[in-house]
Structures are given as structure tokens and as C-alpha cells.
């Protein structure tokens, strides 16, 4: 598993540096403070407009500082109850609106219901978007080491989005054998109406604390984002997917049909204080072996306590109550705390 994300880091980055890098940034914000920034619209998500400028990097502006937002380029807006729009972005006479202006008609939207709005480029490569991290751990009291490659590469188009994410963790320590926890997923995405969307999934995952040496997974359903504004999401999806276990201690493989049900929940304040909830839980019943259940839990709480300075904390855990393997362990977590300053 390590072995193919490495492989796989060299291949994005090489995606990564073919990339356009003469896109022009003359989309113009105008702040409610007075202010005018000028760059390229990445996105709205989460309450913050995403944009690149050419003197300051990649800034993340709060949605509700924003006045009014000018762009040529094509873009889909979406508002909170699901309803999708596409054009150029204008002006209009009420400054709680913004003219989203299509081939034939153009539209007048409040902007507070306004929660996503993401650039239609026009070539594959200008669609991509995406990110790379990797982190070394060293404590030298218990001589645990610990080794954590990330990353991300994402594809947006008109109805359809695609991503693929991979993690690893490497860890050890004296006396005990090298534990390993990775993953990589690809994931399609069909945008439906009225905030639903059909999904399929292809997931590779490894974890030598419960046994598995390698799962590989196949699967499709669909979902629906219950709560959608711009300080809360939730959505919910049930897929049906297929599979295949390849076993630690033994050259044992089984094979299993599972009915996850994924959700996820955030909730994000940007007024003082400021405050970042992330709730990832995936229960996947086993129709297989009836009985068995595994769980995945992914959570994260950012919370500013003194101006730009978040404390923040990482917990995962992962449950199976009949692991394919005697001597694995039934759970793993990890917990990790700490603080983030910004300068």
C-alpha cells in the first residue's frame, strides 16, 4: 500500500505541474469594509470564497464580507435548497443580490442563500484542482516514529464531479512490529435535483491493526444533502458494494456484500469565536456474514480560544465486531491534539 502511494504522489505532481499556470485572475471582489481584491474565483464552499491572486497566494474570504463578485468566467451557483445555475458572474441595482448571467436569461440571487459556487473551466486539465501533505512525527523518550502522506486531486464539471484522495500512516516503535493504515478512493459524483446525487465509489485500504492486508471495494447508490447553508452541511448516502479481503496472517481471501450508509456533518462559525466541527461516520452492514458490522469514524474540532490561535483535535476510530482475522484487534483510533497559529 505504501509502495502504491508513493507512486501515486509522483503522479499527481506531475499532474499538478502541467497544470495551466497562465490563468488569468481578473475576477474583481468588492468587501463591504471598502476593500477591492482581484484574482481567480477556485470556489465557494463553506461559507468561504476560495481565490488566487498573483501578490498574495491563496486567500479564503468569509462569504457574508463580500459586497459584490465580477467575473467573465462561467460558473455554477447553487443556493441552499438546491436549485443550480449557470453563467458569468454581475451586478445588480439590490446589493443583497448578484446577477448570475446565463446565454439567455440572467438571474437575480439573494446571496445569503447562495452556498457553492465553482468555475466551469473549459479544458480537462483546467478542471483539476487539488493537494499534497506530508508529515514525519519523531518522539525520541519512546522512540515512536511516524510517517503521514496525504493528498487529494479533484475533477469539476457541469453535473458530474470526481476525486481521488489517498492517506497512509506508517508507524513504529522498539519491540513491536511496523503498523500501517492507508487508503485510496476514488469517488464519482452525479449532481441530481433538489440537493440529490447518485454516487459510486472504488476504495483500496489497508490496516495490519485489524488484520486486513488489503480490501478493495466496489460500489454505487445515492444520497441527498438534508442541510445545506452556509455554516451547516449534512448529507447522507446508502450505497451497495461488493468487497474483497485479502487477510494478514494467513493467504486467506473472502469476499463480502455490504450496505454502507455514509454521513457527514460540519458546522462552521467564523465570528469570534471561531469554531470547525467535522463528524465522518460510515456503517457498513455485512450481508454476507450476517452479523458483522464495521464502523469508520473520522472527526475534527478546530476551535479559536485566542485571536488566530485554534487549538485543534483529530479523532479516528474504526470498529469491526467479527474481524476476518482471529488475532486482529476488533478497533484502532488515533487521537491527535494540538494547536494552530496564524501569523
Known sequence: MVHRLKILLIVLSCLFCIRPVLAQKTDLIFLKNGDRVTGEIKELSYGKVRLSTDDMGTIYIEWDKIERLISDKIFEVELQFGSVYYGTLGVTADKRKMAVIGDTLTYDLYR??????RPIKDTFLQRLDGSISLEFNLTKTTGVKQLILGGNIMYQARIWSQSVTFNSQVTS???KDMSRRGDLNYQAIRHLEKRWFGAGILALEQNTELGIDLRAS???GGGRRLIQTNNTLLWTAALLSGTRESIRDSSGVKYNLELPVKSLYRVFVFDDPKTDITINLGIFPNLTTLGRIRMELDSKLEYEFIKDLKARLNFYYT????PPS?????DDYTLTTGFVWKL
Open 173 to 175: 516503535q522498539p519491540e
Open 319 to 322: 470498529f469491526d465486531n467479527k
Open 326 to 330: 482471529a488475532t486482529a484487534a476488533k
Open 218 to 220: 466496489i460500489g454505487a
Open 112 to 117: 445569503a442563500f447562495v452556498v457553492s459556487i
